[in-house]
């Protein structure tokens, strides 16, 4: 998918929301446990009931690779079955060197025509600058994340006194453009959102974190938000899982609307 | 696979040699391009052929993704035709955290069965202890590469003066134990191994870069190897792709016995 877009999405909906397809056998209400198509039923019926306010998805990959093939297939029919102009991201956090990253941009690319998938940058421009040879296609790339081990090396301070995570943020971005890459970046505080936006002003992230996580989705759109919008926020166990009873897609919409009007003010 | 177990098929078949199973479909030879099984009588003909010089398998998952359904049966149906007495690599890099590293845990240590799993350390604790969890299973992290993006971050200097890289030995090491925990090390020089060394004496290490990318075995054996062994030497394209005709098998026996003989006479 184009930038351009992306961003007319967000505009027309007013809304930055990102639904995580997340989804695990065991959390899905008890009457689709019980049927051998339950994952794909609830996934479909997810986003039926959120695609209104959502102007994208991301499949957590790792769910459906536990499955084996009939994960995969899950996954492919999830895929199929996103409207075609809301933003799709593989969220797979791969990350390997020259051929082999060209083979795992095939794969969310290409064979899972995916828009996008979320890259590691620990190996450097080799194992990202493949994923951002594909046309209107993009790398998402962990920047700082939202959980506690993001302390034990994206928070480790360089020579020059700047964090890791904020060299990845500068080394990363002038490696593509703001139309190809964006940055997984899970911090939810205002002081952390304005640095980052110190260093890259412009590109697109992709902010977990809010809601069971903690984050409020005013304090991120009042200091990451630009013009383009230029954020999509992040919400899988707060929508997905919002009932765990047969009104469990109602319960997801009512979830969704919720995040899309706190959203709203900021348009 | 036990640590001892790997310790005795080291000793017994005086080697420390990997073969890496980076099948590429465009790479092997015609007469198997033409074969809808092409690929799966690739492998097993390799297996056959080097099975008595290797004490380990590595599958680079990345070129079996790419093919979609088709490629996981490959890759399961490779994994299973690899003797039991042969330790197993995914080569993944996954790296995610809490319940998604536990899925991808699950992925490579149930639903495929391998010995272990390459990981990426950049998200901190929390996304590789869940590999941690699995009993004779191993997290093999990404300490340095052998790629020129190696550079990038790898090689940054901290406040403290010690290379990132040098920071993710540590702090990983102190993770796991030497009976769950490998690195991955594309080190090849003698000062770099015996800087290695010194930081984890007695991890075992995934050392690849030899043969095509350049570094010699008799100085990693010098330089790397311990009284356990301690180092698995990772060669794909030396030997796969020894000959491209109808007599490849022959031909990557040929290379995977000079390999071995390399490595003899440090036991």
Chains 1, 2 share one sequence.
Not at 22 to 35: C, E, G, V
Not at 70 to 95: C, H, S, V
Not at 120 to 133: I, K
Not at 184 to 194: E, F, K, S
């Amino acid at each position: 998918m184009h930038r351009n877009e992306l961003v007319a999405q967000i505009k027309k909906k007013k809304s930055v929301l990102c639904v995580g397809l997340d989804t695990d056998a065991r959390k899905i209400p008890q009457h689709l446990q019980n049927d051998p198509n339950g994952i794909l039923l609830f996934n479909k019926a997810i986003i039926d009931a959120t695609k209104d306010f959502a102007v994208a998805y991301k499949i957590n990959t790792a769910f459906y690779e536990a499955m084996g093939i009939k994960g995969w297939e899950i996954m492919q029919e999830t895929l199929a079955y996103i409207p075609n102009d809301i933003f799709t991201i593989a969220d797979a956090k791969r990350g390997d060197i020259g051929n082999t990253a060209t083979q795992y941009a095939i794969t969310f690319f290409e064979t899972y025509p995916y828009d996008s998938v979320t890259v590691a940058p620990y190996m450097g421009a080799d194992s990202v600058q493949p994923f951002l040879a594909f046309e209107n296609k993009w790398a998402i790339v962990l920047g700082l994340t939202s959980n506690p081990g993001s302390q034990d090396f994206q928070m480790l301070p360089l020579e020059d006194q700047s964090y890791l995570y904020e060299r990845v943020l500068k080394t990363v971005s002038s490696w593509g453009t703001i139309e190809n890459t964006m940055f997984v970046i899970g911090a939810t505080r205002a002081d952390q959102l304005q640095n980052v936006r110190k260093i890259i002003p412009n590109h697109f992230l992709l902010i977990p974190g809010v809601g069971a996580q903690g984050g409020d989705v005013a304090t991120v759109c009042e200091h990451a938000l630009t013009e383009d919008g230029g954020i999509l926020i992040n919400v899988s166990r707060g929508i997905i899982y919002a009932g765990d009873q047969e009104d469990f897609a109602s319960k997801a919409h009512d979830a969704a609307k919720m995040y899309q009007q706190e959203m709203q003010p900021f348009f």
